[in-house]
C-alpha cells in the first residue's frame, strides 16, 4: 500500500465519520504516520465537514483522536 498523504488521510476521515466511524482507528493510525511523516505535530479539520459541527461534537473528536496521539484543530472556514 502507498503512503498516504496527509490531505488523503483527512478526506478519508472525513468519508468515515460520515460513515458512522467506519475503519476510524485504522484513519487514525494513517492520518498519525502521515503528519509524522510531513513533519507535522497536528491536524487540521474544517468543521463544515464534520457531522457533528457543534462545540460538545468538535470537543469529543479532539479528544478521542488525542487518545489515539493525534493533536486536532478546526481551521476557521
Do not use: C, W
Not at 478519508?12 to 494513517?30: G, P, T, V
Not at 498519525?32 to 469529543?60: H, I
Amino acid at each position: 500500500m502507498s503512503e498516504l498523504t496527509v490531505a488523503d488521510a483527512t478526506n478519508r476521515i472525513y468519508e468515515s465519520l460520515q460513515a458512522d466511524n467506519a475503519d476510524i482507528d485504522m484513519h487514525i493510525a494513517n492520518l498519525k504516520a502521515a503528519l509524522t511523516r510531513a513533519g507535522l505535530k497536528e491536524a487540521v479539520f474544517d468543521p463544515a465537514k464534520l457531522v457533528q459541527n457543534n462545540r460538545s461534537g468538535r470537543k469529543l473528536m479532539q479528544a478521542y483522536f488525542r487518545q489515539r496521539g493525534v493533536t486536532v484543530t478546526y481551521s476557521a472556514s
